[in-house]
């Protein structure tokens, strides 16, 4: 508990033993950004999720090249038809993601796999609330890395990567873990993300972020509906 509550840096043996390197030196001069939300969410606030992380997109674009990286569809709770393949859909099933890509840029899962050299996240950031809540008075946007409020869904292997679900596919990996409490729109983190120097992050639990600009043009903009 203690190995998932905190950072922890892969060791440098990690890529040793006929590992890939986590990034290919032929893969543009870019960075990732992926997100997944809570398992039992359903498919409306996954859609909502990704207008928030569009959001925050943008606003890394000012600074730097990014890339968001589109969660493969898996598992949803109301997805009840067992004889139809439910793991690793890529959002060309459900959106026209060429059209996405006129707004923002952005890549499958699959295509970040053979961009970046492998299936290594460098840096996964759980997303949750202030242990001690938002007190009455001034809202105030912050967000602040603490100790996890609660049990990560990883686990550390022998190589002291950290495993999970990742859209069904059990063979990718991160490197380093941090819970980090939020409070406030997605934008709120494009500081810790431009000062960061990993080069793939993983927002997980996004839907703890709220919209930049609910309802406006940037809204309307990057919406899926």
Not at 130 to 150: H, L, N, Q, S, V
Not at 180 to 200: E, F, H, K
Not at 214 to 222: F, H, L, Q, R
């Amino acid at each position: 508990a203690a190995a998932a509550a905190a950072a922890a840096q892969a060791p440098p043996e990690a890529f040793q033993a006929g590992q890939a390197a986590p990034f290919s030196s032929a893969a543009p001069h870019r960075r990732y950004l992926l997100y997944d939300v809570n398992p039992p969410e359903g498919f409306n606030l996954r859609r909502d999720v990704y207008i928030r992380i569009a959001s925050l997109i943008k606003t890394l674009l000012k600074s730097e090249a990014w890339v968001l990286v589109l969660p493969p569809w898996g598992h949803l709770y109301h997805w009840q038809s067992p004889d139809i393949h439910q793991v690793r859909i890529p959002w060309l099933e459900f959106f026209d993601v060429p059209s996405l890509n006129k707004n923002i840029p952005v890549i499958e899962y699959e295509e970040f796999l053979a961009e970046s050299g492998g299936p290594f996240i460098e840096q996964i950031y759980v997303l949750q609330n202030y242990a001690e809540g938002w007190k009455e008075g001034t809202w105030e946007e912050k967000t602040d890395e603490r100790p996890c409020i609660d049990q990560p869904t990883y686990s550390v292997d022998r190589q002291k990567y950290y495993r999970g679900w990742f859209w069904g596919y059990e063979e990718t990996r991160g490197l380093k873990l941090t819970c980090l409490s939020v409070q406030g729109s997605a934008s709120i983190i494009a500081p810790l993300l431009l000062n960061t120097s990993s080069r793939s992050v993983m927002l997980d639990r996004a839907e703890n972020l709220l919209h930049d600009h609910y309802s406006g043009k940037d809204y309307w903009d990057v919406s899926i509906y």
